[in-house]
């Protein structure tokens, strides 16, 4: 099983700032990771697919980078509205496997 | 516009069965894959199952393997996950979520069921 290693647990930013996550797969999974934004009492929200494909809607702010077993989410300057928890996905190998997530929070 | 909407959650004793469904509408349903992804309360999100187009290619969790049972009907647009011999640790919201084609990019969500198993 593919282990994926989100980093950090929390960040605390502000409106405005960049925001950096991480996440660390145990194993190549090539560019198959996806990244989702899940808000409390909410469905997971397709963002990022294959690394470095912003899914439809999205804004130009999220942008996804990485392969192999290194991948980075990055918003480039956040909004109230991003303040959330986000996960990364691989689907590279069976089990699909998730990370255990980052909380980004208002600092 | 794509709708998934799941049923059949509820409160069951260990060592009970329940069936869940997802009923989908706004899309071609029968060409895309479609998965069931669980979040125990407070806890991350756990892939739990995923069906791929024409039903030829199911996949499970170790955790739920040999108890759970996936399936899809393509003429009523539903997804069924039938769940035997519950656990406490079963406990969880369960989402159905449709692939972005026949994969396993997850693009809509439903808004999930509860499962308490107690």
């Known amino acids: 099983e593919i282990v994926l290693t989100q980093s950090p647990a929390t960040l605390s930013l502000s409106p405005g700032e960049r925001a950096t996550l991480s996440c660390r797969a145990s194993?190549?999974?090539?560019?198959?990771l996806v990244w989702y934004q899940q808000k409390p009492g909410q469905a997971p929200r397709l963002l990022i697919y294959d690394a470095s494909n912003r899914a439809t809607g999205i804004p130009a702010r999220f942008s996804g980078s990485g392969s192999g077993t290194d991948f980075t989410l990055t918003i480039s300057s956040l909004e109230p509205e991003d303040f959330a928890v986000y996960y990364c996905?691989?689907?590279?190998?069976?089990?699909?496997?998730f990370g255990q997530g980052t909380r980004l929070e208002i600092k | 516009e794509v709708q998934l909407l799941e049923s059949g959650g509820g409160l069951v004793q260990p060592g009970g069965s329940l069936r869940l469904s997802c009923a989908a509408s706004g899309f071609t349903f029968s060409s895309y894959a479609m998965t069931w992804v669980r979040q125990a309360p407070g806890k991350g999100l756990e892939w739990v199952s995923i069906?791929?187009?024409?039903?030829?290619?199911?996949g499970y969790a170790d955790s739920v393997k040999g108890r759970f049972t996936s399936s899809r009907d393509d003429s009523k647009n539903t997804l069924d996950l039938q769940m035997n011999d519950l656990r406490v640790e079963d406990t969880a919201v369960y989402y159905c979520?449709?692939?972005?084609?026949?994969?396993?990019?997850?693009?809509?969500w439903g808004q999930g069921t509860l499962v308490t198993v107690s």
């Open positions: 069906i791929k187009s024409s039903g030829g290619d199911i």
């Open positions: 996905q691989q689907r590279s190998n069976r089990p699909i496997t």
């Open positions: 194993q190549s999974v090539s560019t198959y």
């Open positions: 979520a449709k692939g972005r084609g026949d994969n396993s990019v997850f693009d809509y």
